[in-house]
T-cell receptor, first 114, second 118 residues
Framework: DTGVSQDPRHKITKRGQNVTFRCDPISEHNRLYWYRQTLGQGPEFLTYFQNEAQLEKSRLLSDRFSAERPKGSFSTLEIQRTEQGDSAMYLC????????????FGPGTRLTVL | AQKVTQAQTEISVVEKEDVTLDCVYETRDTTYYLFWYKQPPSGELVFLIRRNSFDEQNEISGRYSWNFQKSTSSFNFTITASQVVDSAVYFCALSEANYGGSQGNLIFGKGTKLSVKP
């Protein structure tokens, strides 16, 4: 158990709808990462928070994507006007200590856009 | 540009066989970190090991061992006496310290699916 939980585990939505995912790391995880993983691929970095500050965003994170981490605890990832290409597993990872310490991944949220 | 290549898409072995998973990386950075993660069928990525670019010592942890060679930009992973529970997708990942504004984000390979049959 990595201590990182994600909700929901599965989400099915229709194209054009908005969806929001939640990630709850443990309190010691001052750093939080979001990744996206499509079938047969490795995870791809989306965005990074240090405490409540969003410090890095990937070019993959289009204008339809927004992430927050209020109070530096849980984080949410919202996708507006979903497209079929957004179908993927969305992974959250928490980390503590040095910038290059291991990241602890949650179970992911599998999004299917119909 | 930074890149991680895991050329083996799938490997199938019989229990108790040894198996090596290959990882080749590309980076301009002189300071970087390499990782291996395991993703079992349940889906949750499990951290296995981290190495920094200044430490080329091989590491052994039980049945697992890692061979880091900067000269060939490789960080290979060997499982000795494989077991059915080792069946999973294994990912190699790179994190650069100085380029691309990296904040510790991981660059993953495509993974190698290992099937260990009884």
């Amino acid at each position: 158990d990595t201590g990182v939980s994600q909700d929901p585990r599965h989400k099915i939505t229709k194209r054009g709808q908005n969806v929001t995912f939640r990630c709850d790391p443990i309190s010691e995880h001052n750093r939080l990462y979001w990744y996206r993983q499509t079938l047969g691929q490795g995870p791809e970095f989306l965005t990074y928070f240090q405490n409540e500050a969003q410090l890095e965003k990937s070019r993959l994170l289009s204008d339809r994507f927004s992430a927050e981490r209020p109070k530096g605890s849980f984080s949410t990832l919202e996708i507006q006007r979903t497209e079929q290409g957004d179908s993927a597993m969305y992974l959250c990872a928490g980390a503590m200590g040095g910038l290059y310490n291991e990241q602890f991944f949650g179970p992911g949220t599998r999004l299917t856009v119909l | 540009a930074q890149k991680v290549t895991q050329a083996q898409t799938e490997i199938s072995v019989v229990e108790k066989e040894d198996v090596t998973l290959d990882c080749v990386y590309e980076t301009r950075d002189t300071t970087y970190y390499l990782f291996w993660y395991k993703q079992p069928p349940s889906g949750e990525l499990v951290f296995l090991i981290r190495r920094n670019s200044f430490d080329e010592q091989n590491e052994i942890s039980g049945r697992y061992s890692w061979n880091f060679q900067k000269s060939t930009s490789s960080f290979n992973f060997t499982i000795t006496a494989s077991q059915v529970v080792d069946s999973a997708v294994y990912f190699c990942a790179l994190s650069e310290a100085n380029y691309g504004g990296s904040q510790g984000n991981l660059i993953f390979g495509k993974g190698t699916k290992l099937s260990v049959k009884p």
